[in-house]
């Protein structure tokens, strides 16, 4: 199961979790809080107050997404956003925690060493609690498809759990094509996923700066591409790292469904922009799927896509990486 063994009920943190590190992007010190939370309450980023405004909620929610150029960031009109969430989001859908607060005192989630690990290590310090309220999914009924030019992304029904299947293909002798495919659940996310960063080409490190990205940058949080070789000194954790962490991208992308979802989902050269059209061409069609308690018997598989004109092919050390 995706959400773990406890496959029946509802899960939040035993007790509160605190991370500190910079924006990866901002290079601004930021200290992320995660909190208990009661059943029903799902994932809560509560921007802390600043001299503008006062302390604001946001869902963590697909129609709160604001951005997905260069990390998947959510927001609203009416005050400061939170970016760079997948990560943590991640991690929280990763291990099964159905509910909590994400508190944080900045713009941006702390990169910590670019991958889901730190959030992970933080919530099994404090472990989690059952709780009485029932787990309930989002269940895909039928495919939903978005792609163009040869990129594209494909939620179908899957009653196992959530499964995610990501292929990439850059133009780069280290990298190339890779593929990965894993039924999520709690064990698997720690052992296999949690630990692959976020990368990046050193070609277009000077592009970024100028622009205002990647300020916090460094071989601590992100590994490095040179035109032969990693540049990272411990080199890689993972020989498909590189493949590993879009699957950690998308598995946090897709938690802004706001339950956990049954289905299987594949994404070919995608990243954050393609990750969040899938999930909306989803929520879109009321036949595409139902929430409920995990389902008793097989559904029928009506065919259906829908094809989205949205291009997605990025550079890897910007847009579609976080």
Not at 143 to 157: A, D, I, M
Not at 194 to 214: C, E, H, N, P
Not at 298 to 303: I, M, Q, T, Y
Not at 308 to 321: C, D, K, L, N, S
Request: glycine content about 10%.
């Amino acid at each position: 199961m995706t959400s773990g063994s406890n496959g029946g009920r509802q899960t939040t943190l035993r007790d509160q979790a605190t991370v500190s590190g910079i924006g990866v992007h901002s290079g601004s010190p930021v200290t992320l809080t995660l909190h208990p939370a009661e059943p029903n309450t799902g994932i809560v980023f509560l921007r802390c107050a600043t001299a503008e405004h006062a302390d604001r909620e946001l869902k963590a929610h697909y129609r709160a997404v604001t951005a997905t150029e260069f990390a998947t960031v959510l927001g609203d009109q009416d005050g400061p956003a939170v970016s760079t969430t997948e990560h943590v989001l991640a991690a929280l859908r990763g291990i099964g925690v159905d509910n909590a607060i994400v508190e944080i005192d900045g713009a941006e989630v702390p990169i910590m060493d670019g991958s889901a690990a730190p959030f992970v290590a933080a919530i099994d310090q404090v472990g989690l609690v059952t709780q009485h309220a029932p787990r309930c999914y989002i269940e895909v009924l039928k495919p939903v498809r978005v792609g163009k030019n040869g990129c594209y992304g494909e939620l179908r029904p899957y009653r196992r759990g959530l499964r995610v299947e990501v292929e990439i293909d850059f133009d780069h002798p280290l990298i190339g094509r890779q593929t990965y495919a894993v039924d999520v659940a709690p064990n698997v996310f720690r052992r296999e996923l949690a630990r692959a960063r976020t990368f990046g080409f050193m070609r277009d490190v000077a592009k970024l700066w100028s622009a205002g990205y990647a300020l916090g940058a460094s071989f601590e949080n992100t590994v490095v591409v040179a035109d032969d070789r990693v540049l990272n000194p411990e080199g890689m954790r993972f020989a498909d790292e590189f493949v590993r962490h879009k699957a950690v991208d998308a598995i946090g992308d897709l938690a802004l469904a706001g339950a956990p979802l049954l289905g299987a989902y594949r994404s070919v050269r995608g990243g954050h922009k393609l990750n969040h059209a899938v999930l909306t061409a989803l929520m879109a069609d009321p036949g595409a799927w139902r929430y409920g308690e995990m389902p008793q018997q097989p559904h029928g598989r009506a065919r259906g896509h829908a094809e989205f004109a949205v291009g997605f092919a990025t550079p890897a050390y910007g847009p579609e990486v976080s």
